[in-house]
């Protein structure tokens, strides 16, 4: 089946320092699936990131990227210099084109930035 | 933004007896779903449902679960009855087609 692997936490970064999360799939599904990133603040419930559905696109939000590479099956996310505010649990999912609501979810990183 | 609510946080049931998981979809939204995360281990697709049917499920989703959603009201996750392993964090999503998917802050189910 399909399956996500991505970065064991927890990371602890400080603020203004850059960050990558890694996330690595196998769809066995389909070929192309669309790729998330999903993240839950403390006390809030899971809310989409950033979504990229065509390979080779990359896709942005809240300072947050991630680009959809299907050479090395790979869709980590970067961010340039994180703020104590992105301090949550971040998850990689994996969906089918056809159905956007069943998503394969990695294990999700807590990421922890010391101001 | 747009909301899924779920009615209660935590719950604690004997082992053996019957819950309905509640939850309150965004307004419009066509398609529904409900994942379980036990404590430690990755979120898991349990089940989507569409237009009155179960669409897909996962081979998580035994015999002893049920999903229903009457009359436009509560999108319901029913166990009966439950077991011990049944423990875990119960997670609640609707989308419209093909849009992002909203998901609630969860109802933590504990069997004892």
């Known amino acids: 089946g399909d399956s996500v692997t991505q970065t064991e936490g927890p990371v602890t970064v400080s603020e203004s320092e850059s960050l990558i999360i890694n996330c690595t799939y196998s769809?066995?599904?389909?070929?192309?699936?669309?790729l998330f990133w999903y993240v839950r603040y403390p006390g809030e419930g899971l809310q989409l990131l950033l979504k990229?559905?065509?390979?080779?696109q990359k896709g942005s939000s809240r300072g947050f990227e991630a680009t959809y590479n299907k050479e090395t099956t790979s869709f980590h996310l970067q961010k340039a210099s994180v703020q104590e505010s992105d301090s949550a649990v971040y998850y990689c999912a994996l969906g089918r084109g056809t159905n956007t609501g069943k998503l394969t979810f990695g294990d999700g990183t807590v990421l922890t930035v010391k101001p | 933004g747009p909301k899924v609510l779920q009615i209660p946080s935590h719950q604690i049931i004997d082992m053996g007896q019957m819950v309905t998981l509640n939850c309150d979809p965004v307004s419009n939204h066509l398609y529904f779903y409900w994942y379980k995360q036990i404590l430690g281990q990755q979120m898991e697709f349990l089940v989507n449902f569409y237009n009155g049917k179960v669409m897909e499920k996962s081979k998580l989703f035994k015999d002893q679960f049920s999903v229903e959603r009457p009359d436009g009201s509560y999108f319901t996750l029913k166990i009966q009855p439950t077991a011990l392993e049944d423990s875990a964090v119960y997670f609640c999503?609707?989308?419209?087609?093909?849009?992002?998917?909203?998901f609630g802050k969860g109802t933590r189910l504990t069997v004892v």
């Open positions: 999503a609707s989308s419209s087609t093909n849009t992002e998917v909203f």
């Open positions: 990229v559905i065509t390979a080779g």
């Open positions: 769809a066995t599904s389909i070929a192309y699936p669309n």
